[in-house]
């Protein structure tokens, strides 16, 4: 059973950087993948980046583009977002998900990820 650990959510300024981590136990493969949405109050719950354990495969949400940084590390099974220039609205509930299937091109839809993270609070004050 995989089990998926968000941290690094905070307060900070706009402009400002944060870096969260999304920490795995359980069986990872190399065929799987895992990504980042986020859901702000009363939104969808929006896709920011995706990854495959690999390293290959990178995908960006067109709102964080150029912004942030998806990163992992296997030997730690420890999944990374580097959030850069960050703005008001990207106050949200960021998760970290876990696809085991890497090979897709439907990598931004929620539905097709079988694990969860509980999620970290980031809020991007003006």
């Known amino acids: 059973q995989v089990q998926l650990k968000e941290s690094g959510g905070g307060l900070v300024q706009a402009g400002g950087s944060l870096r969260l981590s999304c920490a795995a136990s359980?069986?990872?493969?190399?065929?799987?993948?895992m990504g980042w949405f986020r859901q702000a109050p009363g939104k969808e719950r929006e896709f920011v980046a995706r990854?495959?354990?690999?390293?290959?495969?990178?995908y960006y949400g067109d709102s964080v583009k150029g912004r942030f940084t998806i990163s992992r590390d296997n030997a730690k099974n420890t999944l990374y977002l580097q959030m850069d220039s960050l703005k008001p609205e990207d106050t949200a509930v960021y998760y970290c998900?876990?696809?085991?299937?890497?090979?897709?091109?439907?990598?931004?839809?929620?539905?097709?990820?079988?694990?969860w993270g509980q999620g970290t609070q980031v809020t991007v004050s003006s």
């Open positions: 990854i495959r354990w690999s390293a290959s495969g990178i």
């Open positions: 998900a876990l696809d085991t299937y890497a090979y897709t091109s439907t990598y931004y839809d929620k539905s097709r990820y079988d694990y």
């Open positions: 359980g069986p990872i493969f190399s065929n799987y993948a």
